[in-house]
């Protein structure tokens, strides 16, 4: 029954409605003591209760610091970890409890691309067996015969030379690896691909390459992103709507424009004025929130509001109520950009990222040949 | 920019990966095909340079020649003896002098290698077979498993080699070679395992292995395609390494009298019964035990090369 | 002028042949100034510095040329053991990886109080007061509790902290940080680059800042130096090269990050890569990648053209680059 997903389902999701919905996701990684007899001591909460839309055709990025749960989160989206509870629904059926062929079917359809290109890729086989892997574990995709061009021309698609198939990965550099990574997600024509922090191991130069590359294919093969990385502004530039995460949990959630010209989560707020901008203009007249402290342990969440312990606002109502990832009651009256779910209690705009109202800097517009 | 730490404080390191970039022009250097090379062709590649390794190879593959065809250097029978001639020193015709029974001590050895390395080979195969296949499934599916196979790898390690030989093969009236090579991988396999299992969690943790995973690989695909080749050279070095003391073993339990038995022949054997005469006869001794010093350091030199050959650090 | 490095060649031998790892790099540093140096991996920027230091592993490396004056003291005609009492008390450095860095076995303290007990001979109680001193200075809390503890106790920005601390102990007049925040999370980072910016302005020390990442180069640095190919490419005030870079490469690297503050469409990408450092093209190292190549491009490598008087452009064409 379960394993007709991919086949009824197909093409049903139209751009704009969810392809991807999570609910109440939760990953605790239980700590234990004791060698023949364990007993749970703690858990490591790397997931703490996510909920998340994708929608077709678009572009979800989550940004957030290490330890937050991000890789985790895109690691349950694929399948590679089982979630402790909660449901990730790929066109409205729960594909957490699958396995067996009915998960292969769905695997061809959410694809995943590494952050380490060096790590991504078996050293011992050649690109051409990389990128034909997909068709050897799917043989219905594509038939024997057929499956030497189709490589090529995947390799050709994401930049690199047809003639490259017989050689194996260390001799390419990390750029061109990373190619080969997403050549390899394209192979089965999936329609989710998550990217986990995909150019944050490459050169600056590069990173626009990959970026450009990504952002190509999307249009071409009409693709769904979720891109995870901690660069505010690479999530920026790729991302139609962006999730701020701290401590395992969604903290604000909105369009780009919305999150990053009008935060109201004082963490998004710390974030986004943290981030070192190009033009050593800004530098004199800005404003910088340093946060105190380190992000706390994972076994052991903050009561509350999981960021009062580093939040210059923090009261004695966010240590006894959790704040809901909701649109602020608040700020309903305000309309306009600010209205997007952020968990605060006493959620409020404030600019942070400098330059937004005083146009392009010269140089900038990135467009240039 | 590399901050997960590729090339660390020597961003310089990078451009070693970087073999391809000849030409950098293009939008993806487009540059001559180059011979594509693998990583065990690389290692051949280096191996072929080193003395070490041409020099314990040349031994080995006489060793190998003269275990397949003894009589091509030996003329005589190892077994045909002539009680008139014990102890005797070299003479014409027979190099190596004589031994305690009248044996051509030449012959013997000669003949005395093929049991050698037919042991040394047969135990490390035995070995590298039970020794990767448990340890590969214990670190492949963990948990368990992993920590059943562990405690049973770790009383095994824990029997000392040579009272446990004298225990279990005092019982054992076969004179072949089956029992005591039995007994080697017995004792032998857990040496392996605790490496194979190693190298598989470490290659298990790869994100290629998690890729493949995402593309719904089966458990064999993985373990088959991507882990058990990434595994592997540890074994093999450890194996290669193992292949020299297992000869030694062998004949260190023949010295006891309790590993091969005559008539079979080995330098072990030799070796025990030409001992009591080491100071009338230090030749009956000398040979054997010279022959046995030269196999057991060229399997050692030979893994030592190959380990060089297959470290990824030094690449 | 506190440092000077005049010429400098460094190259590796490896496998594949000789890999011109620096090739004629000059810049000054002077006290109390903060120096950006910025480059991808493979550009030269770290062995620069660690040739500076005299950290360079020689062999496979090898300083094949120029002179690292020091306070007017070229280092590389002086003894070893004279250059080894300079680092730490005449320079020091930060690495990126503070945990690999840090000894795991020893408390901090005991790191911390060694650089006392080595190079000024305090007994280990004065020593230790000096650590936890120091540890007070970097902003760690509960210095004199935490002392105790080993490098793996500590967060990761704690651990930069502590790399800090080490790097100030004998109050050098030049420190060298190799991208000191690239494993931090943004927000500690912010609090890392503003204690150290701090810290300097307090000692007047030197700093080189090596880096590839635009934004922290244009938070702290006076003047930056931007390397390609084991070469300088371009140095100017920090100010007139974010304004108007005069070399191509700073232009397109400056181009192709995507901005905090809008949206593009499609980002300007640099194409190519960066040459193998065994062969590196003639003429400009970056011609093959430079929309502005033309033939000269490829024959003859271009000089430090003076761009004005604070400005250098390795470029043939840096006035075009400038119009951009």
């Not at chain 1, 966010?318 to 809901?324: F, H, N």
């Not at chain 2, 660390?8 to 022009?25: H, I, N, Q, R, V």
């Not at chain 3, 084991?230 to 901005?259: C, F, M, Q």
């Amino acid at each position: 029954m379960a394993e007709t997903v991919a086949e009824t389902a197909a093409g049903t999701a139209k751009p704009g409605e969810p392809i991807l919905e999570v609910r109440d996701l939760y990953k605790h990684y239980p700590l234990t003591r004791g060698i023949l007899f364990k007993k749970q001591i703690g858990a490591v909460k790397a997931v703490d209760g996510v909920d998340l839309d994708l929608m077709a055709g678009e572009t979800l990025g989550v940004v957030g610091e290490s330890g937050c749960g991000k890789s985790t989160l895109a690691r349950m989206l694929v399948q590679l970890e089982q979630p402790t509870s909660g449901t990730i629904r790929y066109k409205g059926e729960d594909i957490t409890r699958l396995s067996g062929r009915a998960l292969k079917a769905v695997r061809r359809n959410i694809q995943m691309v590494f952050q380490d290109p060096y790590t991504s890729l078996n050293p011992r086989m050649t690109v051409g067996d990389i990128i034909g892997e997909p068709f050897d574990i799917h043989p219905e995709v594509a038939p024997k015969g057929d499956r030497r061009r189709r490589v090529q021309e995947l390799l050709d698609v994401v930049g690199l030379n047809p003639e490259y198939i017989n050689r194996y990965p260390h001799q390419f550099s990390g750029g061109q690896r990373q190619r080969i990574g997403i050549a390899r997600g394209l192979a089965l024509n999936p329609e989710i691909i998550i990217c986990d922090e995909p150019v944050s191991a490459l050169d600056v130069s590069v990173q626009a390459q990959v970026i450009n590359l990504l952002a190509a294919l999307q249009s071409e093969f009409r693709l769904s992103y979720v891109f995870i990385a901690h660069d505010l502004s690479i999530v920026r530039h790729i991302s139609d709507r962006v999730g701020v995460m701290y401590l395992g949990r969604i903290v604000e959630l909105g369009r780009d424009a919305e999150i990053y010209d009008h935060p109201t989560h004082p963490y998004t707020q710390a974030l986004l004025s943290a981030v070192p901008v190009p033009d050593p203009e800004a530098r004199e007249h800005r404003e910088r929130i340093i946060l105190t402290g380190d992000v706390p342990s994972p076994t052991n969440i903050p009561s509350g509001c999981r960021f009062r312990t580093r939040c210059w606002k923090a009261q004695h109502r966010c240590e006894v109520e959790v704040p809901l990832l909701a649109v602020p009651e608040h700020l309903r009256p305000l309309g306009g950009p600010v209205l997007h779910p952020s968990a605060c209690h006493f959620a409020d705009e404030k600019h942070v990222v400098p330059g937004q109202e005083g146009g392009t800097g010269e140089g900038s517009s990135g467009n240039r040949e | 920019m590399a901050p997960t730490g590729q090339g660390g404080a020597m961003d310089f390191a990078m451009d070693e990966s970087e073999t391809l970039e000849k030409t950098p022009d293009g939008p993806e250097g487009t540059g001559p095909a180059e011979k594509p090379r693998s990583l065990w062709s690389d290692a051949w590649h280096d191996l072929r340079r080193n003395p070490v390794f041409i020099i314990s190879g040349l031994i080995i593959l006489f060793l190998i020649f003269i275990s397949l065809w003894p009589s091509a250097i030996a003329s005589g029978s190892p077994l045909d003896c002539d009680l008139s001639k014990a102890q005797q020193g070299s003479q014409p015709g027979h190099p190596f002098g004589f031994n305690g029974q009248g044996c051509d001590v030449y012959t013997r050895v000669v003949y005395g290698a093929r049991t050698s390395v037919s042991v040394g080979i047969l135990a490390t195969l035995g070995v590298a077979l039970l020794g990767s296949a448990l340890g590969g499934f214990a670190g492949f599916f963990g948990r368990g498993w992993d920590a059943a196979l562990s405690r049973v790898a770790d009383i095994f390690f824990g029997i000392p080699v040579v009272l446990g030989g004298l225990v279990l093969l005092s019982v054992v009236t076969s004179s072949t070679i089956w029992p005591v090579i039995g007994f080697m991988v017995l004792l032998g396999w857990p040496q392996i395992s605790r490496i194979a299992r190693g190298s598989v969690i470490t290659a298990k943790q790869n994100d290629y292995v998690q890729a493949a995973r995402a593309l719904g690989a089966s458990s064999s695909r993985m373990l088959l395609r991507h882990i058990a080749p990434n595994a592997v050279a540890p074994v093999i070095v450890v194996a290669t390494i193992a292949l020299g003391t297992y000869i030694a073993l062998e004949a260190t339990l023949s010295y006891l009298g309790v590993g091969l038995k005559p008539p079979t022949v080995s330098w072990g054997i030799d070796i025990s019964s030409a001992s009591p005469y080491v100071r009338n006869a230090p030749h009956m001794l000398l040979w054997p035990a010279g022959a046995l010093a030269i196999t057991v350091l060229a399997f050692i030199m030979l893994g030592d090369a190959v380990r060089d050959a297959l470290d990824p650090k030094l690449r | 002028m506190l440092l000077e490095v005049r010429d400098l060649h460094v190259e590796f031998h490896t496998r594949d042949g000789v890999a011109k790892a620096v090739n004629g790099v000059n810049y000054t540093v002077e006290a109390g100034e903060t120096l950006a140096v910025l480059g991808e991996s493979g550009s030269g920027k770290s062995v620069t510095a660690q040739a500076v230091m005299g950290i360079l592993d020689i062999p496979p490396g090898k300083i094949a040329g120029g002179e690292i004056l020091f306070k007017g003291r070229d280092l590389l005609k002086l003894k070893e053991d004279e250059w080894r009492k300079l680092r730490g008390s005449g320079m020091a450095m930060i690495f990126q990886d503070a945990l690999s860095a840090l000894n795991p076995v020893l408390t901090v303290g005991d790191q911390l109080g060694e650089m006392f007990t080595v190079h000024r001979g305090m007994s280990r109680k004065d020593a230790r007061a000096k650590a936890v001193e120091l540890m007070d200075r970097v902003r760690i809390p509960a210095a004199r509790e935490r002392v105790r503890q080993y490098p793996h106790q500590f967060s990761g920005g704690m651990r930069q902290r502590i790399m800090i601390a080490m790097a100030l102990a004998l109050e050098p007049d030049l420190i060298i940080a190799d991208e000191p925040t690239t494993a931090l999370d943004v927000t500690v980072q912010a609090q890392v680059m503003e204690l150290l910016a701090e810290l300097q302005r307090e000692y007047n020390m030197g700093l080189i800042l090596i880096t590839h990442d635009l934004g922290v180069v244009a938070d702290v640095a006076d003047k930056i130096a931007v390397m390609y190919a084991g070469r300088i490419v371009e140095t100017a005030p920090v100010h007139d090269i974010y304004k108007a870079p005069a070399h191509p490469y700073t232009r397109g690297l400056l181009e192709s990050i995507p901005r905090l503050d809008q949206k593009g469409q499609e980002l300007y990408a640099i194409k190519g890569l960066p040459p193998n450092l065994t062969r590196i093209p003639p003429g400009c190292a970056f011609n093959p990648r430079c929309p502005l190549a033309r033939d000269v491009c490829r024959t003859d490598e271009p000089p430090l053209y003076e761009v004005s008087r604070t400005r250098r452009s390795a470029c043939h064409f840096w006035e075009e680059a400038l119009r951009g």
